[in-house]
């Protein structure tokens, strides 16, 4: 198992103790040299939001894996976190459906959470 992997299903992990909602990881290595995976999420309210970024976050962090950037902020409705091989995105529900990343990224391949 690659490394991005493994830090995918950290992500993934640490975002589903926090309840986020419709997580999807994308598999984009065979798209863009930018990362390996990107890993979608959203919340229903601010305090969730922020809680996922901190839990994915901590346990990435654990696991040797430092934030290379994060766009936004506690009063975001989009946070953009890059771990290098992996972007965590943690949206509200709205700003979700608006930028519908998953149709602009419809060339890379949807991983099922037990692939990981």
């Not at 290595?29 to 901190?54: E, H, K, R, T, W």
């Not at 290379?68 to 979700?96: A, C, P």
Request: net charge negative; glycine share 4%.
């Amino acid at each position: 198992m690659s490394d991005s992997k493994k830090l995918a299903k950290i992500a993934y992990d640490a975002l589903d103790s926090k309840k986020a909602e419709n997580i999807k990881v994308i598999d984009i290595s065979n798209v863009s040299p930018i990362a390996d995976y990107f890993i979608i999420a959203d919340g229903s309210n601010q305090n969730q939001l922020q809680a996922m970024c901190d839990a994915v976050d901590e346990e990435l962090y654990k696991a040797g894996c430092t934030q290379k950037q994060i766009e936004g902020n506690r009063n975001s409705t989009w946070i953009l976190m890059d771990y290098g091989d992996i972007i965590v995105h943690v949206f509200s529900k709205e700003d979700r459906l608006f930028y519908d990343l998953e149709r602009i990224w419809t060339d890379g391949k949807e991983i099922a959470p037990e692939e990981l």
